[in-house]
Nanobody
Framework: QVQLVESGGGLVQAGGSLRLSCAAS????????MGWYRQAPGKQRELVAT???????NYADSVKGRFTVSRDNAKNTVYLQMNSLKPEDTAVYYC??????????????WGRGTQVTVSS
């Protein structure tokens, strides 16, 4: 089991910045990928950015060049630095972790989410 707790959301004006944090606990050694998804009202949850243990990152086209995902392994924490925020970035942001067990079973874990609101 992996527990994920997000922090850092809030209200910001368009063009501003926020940094989200996600602290992981539990079976951290099994985590292969961590990252962020978001869900806006009336829309499906969508990928924002992920970071694999290999260092490979994956970003949604809509956030490339503006958002940066990073990880502090010593603190078991993943971050999302969001710059040049736009009103369309308004959503609940969820921390995500993918684990692989010794037998190859994969599991997805989610945090409870943190609200990001960008005013125009």
């Amino acid at each position: 089991q992996v527990q994920l707790v997000e922090s850092g959301g809030g209200l910001v004006q368009a063009g501003g910045s926020l940094r989200l944090s996600c602290a992981a606990s539990g079976s951290i050694f099994r985590v292969n990928v961590m990252g962020w998804y978001r869900q806006a009202p009336g829309k499906q949850r969508e990928l924002v950015a992920t970071l694999a243990n290999s260092g490979i990152t994956n970003y949604a086209d809509s956030v490339k060049g503006r958002f940066t995902v990073s990880r502090d392994n010593a603190k078991n924490t993943v971050y999302l630095q969001m710059n040049s925020l736009k009103p369309e970035d308004t959503a609940v942001y969820y921390c995500y972790a993918l684990t692989h067990s010794a037998t190859g079973i994969m599991n997805n874990y989610w945090g409870r989410g943190t609200q990001v609101t960008v005013s125009s």
